[in-house]
């Protein structure tokens, strides 16, 4: 079974930052293109950062490009695991963040990721 378990998430003031996890299982995590999308209050749900499968490519949405991070793990002991650090927070990062896995390369079609996890909130304060 394919799980997605994000963690990390909650409250934070505005200019601080977060770390959200995303742990994988179930499939063959180092064959799979990774990444995060969101849904704000109202929006629909839109790419956010993912990251390709072994060149360290990744893609990064015009909201978050310069304050935010993405990392992949594929071997050492925390190995499947998935790491989004996110700095400079703003209160319209508010939302509800989505680790997902796909078998294409890096896309933010939503469409493009047949994996899902069930979102963690995260509210910025200001």
């Known amino acids: 079974e394919v799980q997605l378990v994000e963690s990390g998430g909650g409250l934070v003031q505005a200019g601080g930052s977060l770390r959200l996890s995303c742990v994988a299982s179930?499939?063959?995590?180092?064959?799979?293109?990774i990444g995060w999308f969101y849904q704000a209050p109202g929006k629909e749900r839109e790419g956010l950062s993912c990251?390709?499968?072994?060149?360290?490519?990744?893609?990064?949405?015009d909201s978050v490009k310069g304050r935010a991070t993405i990392s992949r793990d594929n071997v050492s002991n925390t190995k499947n695991t998935m790491i989004l650090q996110m700095n400079s927070l703003k209160p319209e990062d508010t939302a509800l963040y989505y680790c997902?896995?796909?078998?294409?390369?890096?896309?933010?079609?939503?469409?493009?990721?047949?994996?899902w996890g069930q979102g963690i909130q995260v509210t910025v304060i200001s």
């Open positions: 997902v896995a796909g078998a294409g390369g890096i896309t933010a079609q939503t469409t493009s990721y047949p994996y």
């Open positions: 179930g499939f063959t995590f180092d064959e799979y293109t």
């Open positions: 990251i390709g499968i072994s060149d360290g490519s990744s893609y990064y949405s």
